[in-house]
T-cell receptor, first 112, second 114 residues
Framework: DAKTTQPTSMDCAEGRAANLPCNHS???????VYWYRQIHSQGPQYIIHGLKNNETNEMASLIITEDRKSSTLILPHATLRDTAVYYC?????????????FGAGTILRVKS | DVKVTQSSRYLVKRTGEKVFLECVQDMDHENMFWYRQDPGLGLRLIYFSYDVKMKEKGDIPEGYSVSREKKERFSLILESASTNQTSMYLC?????????????FGQGTRLTVV
């Protein structure tokens, strides 16, 4: 299974863009990249996903390199409520169904 | 809204006990998952199920089993609890639509084995 590597922690100033990198150098051609975040004492929540192209939604943007070996999650204007653990995940396709393979995550601290 | 409900937020059990963790989802999802979460290790997949009575081992299945008799319910069983199974356990369910899989997580069960 593809594995992901993320920095253990990052700090970001409130109102600035937060750029969270992820390395997934062993990803296969049909495996999606997903990002989830987990706020303290809650279950992880979906943010965004992509396969090859860059993606944007109301929460974030996802930039995937052309070789698909890495990606960056961008929170354009970080707020204090964005302080959380961010997980970069590879979705592995199985014969029946699929599974999400989590890494250790990045602790993002947004500071005022 | 999709709801994934885990039966307990906190649980304390004794070593050697048989422990059942229950998870119920209300959105008719095919896929259900059990993860455990430990500091510095993130979420690790224990078992998942893609249909009733179907199950697949995840990355750390040893010491655990699962049961899925109904589509909405996925149970994690610790046959003989040990102290190294003290952890946060997270259940999730997902539906595949157009290739996109969004997993919805429960609030978690913090299990302490003494």
């Amino acid at each position: 299974d593809a594995k992901t590597t993320q920095p253990t922690s990052m700090d970001c100033a409130e109102g600035r863009a937060a750029n969270l990198p992820c390395n997934h150098s062993t990803i296969s051609g049909n495996e999606y990249v997903y990002w989830y975040r987990q706020i303290h004492s809650q279950g992880p929540q979906y943010i965004i996903h992509g396969l090859k192209n860059n993606e944007t939604n109301e929460m974030a943007s996802l930039i995937i390199t052309e070789d698909r070996k890495s990606s960056t999650l961008i929170l354009p204007h970080a707020t204090l409520r964005d302080t959380a653990v961010y997980y970069c995940i590879v979705r592995v396709q199985m014969e029946y169904g699929n599974k999400l393979v989590f890494g250790a995550g990045t602790i993002l601290r947004v500071k005022s | 809204d999709v709801k994934v409900t885990q039966s307990s937020r906190y649980l304390v059990k004794r070593t050697g006990e048989k422990v059942f963790l229950e998870c119920v989802q209300d959105m008719d999802h095919e896929n259900m998952f059990w993860y455990r979460q430990d500091p510095g290790l993130g979420l690790r997949l224990i078992y998942f199920s893609y249909d009733v009575k179907m199950k697949e081992k995840g990355d750390i299945p040893e010491g655990y089993s699962v049961s899925r008799e109904k589509k909405e319910r996925f149970s994690l069983i610790l046959e003989s609890a040990s102290t190294n199974q003290t952890s946060m356990y997270l259940c999730a369910s997902s539906l595949i639509q157009g290739g996109h899989t969004e997993a919805f997580f429960g609030q978690g069960t913090r299990l302490t084995v003494v």
